[in-house]
């Protein structure tokens, strides 16, 4: 079954892409929730003529994005966090970072961050995706309280 997607879906596609499906996952649930809808041959058409108008506005978008993952770039996190020893009491998930980006002056929206749990002190990185074409890596330290 093949759909379009009205939104950015996790582990599926951006919005805008024609994504393939099982009938069951596409029928059950991306249409009912509004996230997709059928890709028939006018849709199809409508879709690539959108897509043309856009691309010029995509660029400064895309610029813009650039321009934050440079800011990113050059920011120094550090996570302070309770530990015994290099064990962490806890962990520090997406949320923590996103705060630590809040605090630096970045607000990103925590489900654009992509990093795994982590339970001991070091140095890290995260993955921000910023738009489809721009992830930065985003470097971070946890240290002891």
Do not use: C
């Not at 058409?45 to 050059?74: G, S, T």
């Not at 996103?98 to 001991?120: C, H, M, N, W, Y």
């Not at 921000?128 to 930065?136: A, F, I, T």
């Amino acid at each position: 079954m093949e759909l379009i997607l009205k939104q950015d879906v996790q582990n599926l596609g951006f919005k805008d892409d024609i994504v393939s499906v099982k009938p069951g996952y596409g029928r059950n649930f991306l249409i009912p929730q509004g996230l997709a809808s059928l890709a028939t041959p006018s849709a199809k058409k409508v879709l690539a003529e959108n897509l043309k108008q856009k691309a010029h506005k995509e660029q400064k978008v895309i610029d813009d994005a650039n321009k934050l993952a440079d800011a990113l770039k050059a920011l120094d996190i550090k996570i302070t966090a309770k530990a015994g020893g290099e064990k962490l009491f806890g962990s520090i998930t997406n949320i923590d970072i996103a705060e630590a980006l809040e605090k630096a002056g970045q607000p990103i929206d925590r489900k654009f961050i992509t990093s795994g749990t982590v339970k001991r002190t070091g140095k890290y990185a995260a993955s921000v995706r910023l738009h489809r074409s721009v992830v930065v890596e985003l470097p971070y330290e946890i240290i002891a309280e």
